[in-house]
């Protein structure tokens, strides 16, 4: 099967993932990951990313500096709808790519994308199901502070710009409550895949 697995900045995608990894031999996809790739230079994001924010988002190197093309990408909501409309679709065709190879090789695979973005970037029809990794507001802003060095303030802007619970919860059918121990998140995961079986 193919999973889906979304949430927020500071919800621990990331330790999910790797439950899923280790404890159920999952392929992980991670579509920032995909996306990063594909602004390489040579790559098929790269050339439109450049004629649409200038070369003053270029590092000496000619490779996208990602931090000025952030703060430029994300100064407004039509800047952001102007990259993700040149960087999704793409996304999702060498997605697909990366799921036919991984079914070439392994038909029974457990396949997991992960994005924070999974409608935007049209992935869902992809998956057969859909998680929604929610933490509390507290547990997520402890967790960026740790990982990023942010202030309080800035992890408070760094969410606010993001999804709210309600939209994610929306578009997901299982929500894995991720703000407590890593045993009590095994526990939920371990339940929803004896579902599957």
């Keep these: 099967m193919i999973l889906g697995i979304t949430g927020g900045v500071g919800a621990g995608k990331s ?4 439950i899923l990894e ?3 031999n999952a392929k992980l996809i991670l579509a920032d990951e995909v996306g990063r790739e594909l602004m390489q230079p040579g790559e098929a994001n790269y050339v439109n990313i450049v004629n649409a924010f200038g070369k003053e988002i270029l590092n000496e190197d000619q490779t996208i500096d990602t931090k000025k093309l952030a703060a ?3 100064s407004n909501p039509l800047e952001t709808l102007r990259l993700n409309a040149i960087t999704h679709p793409n996304v999702r065709v060498r997605i697909e790519w990366m799921i ?6 392994e038909p029974d695979a457990l396949i997991v994308i992960e994005a ?4 935007e ?4 029809p992809l998956c057969d199901d859909v998680w929604y990794i929610y933490t509390d507001e507290q547990t997520r802003i402890k967790r960026i502070m740790e990982s990023r060095g942010y202030s309080q303030e800035r992890c ?3 969410i606010a710009r993001q999804k709210s619970d309600a939209q994610f919860r929306a578009e997901s059918r299982v929500v894995i409550d991720n ?5 009590e998140t095994k526990a939920q995961i371990e339940r929803q895949m004896k579902k599957y079986r």
């Excluded at 036919?100 to 090789?105: G, L, P, T």
């Excluded at 970037?121 to 869902?124: A, K, P, R, T, Y």
């Excluded at 703000?179 to 045993?183: C, D, G, K």
């Design 15 to 18: 330790s999910v993932l790797a």
């Design 22 to 24: 280790k404890e159920y």
């Design 72 to 74: 430029t990408a994300f």
């Design 100 to 105: 036919k190879e991984i079914r070439d090789k």
């Design 116 to 119: 924070a973005l999974l409608s």
């Design 121 to 124: 970037g049209h992935l869902i």
């Design 156 to 158: 408070l802007q760094t």
């Design 179 to 183: 703000s407590h121990s890593i045993e």
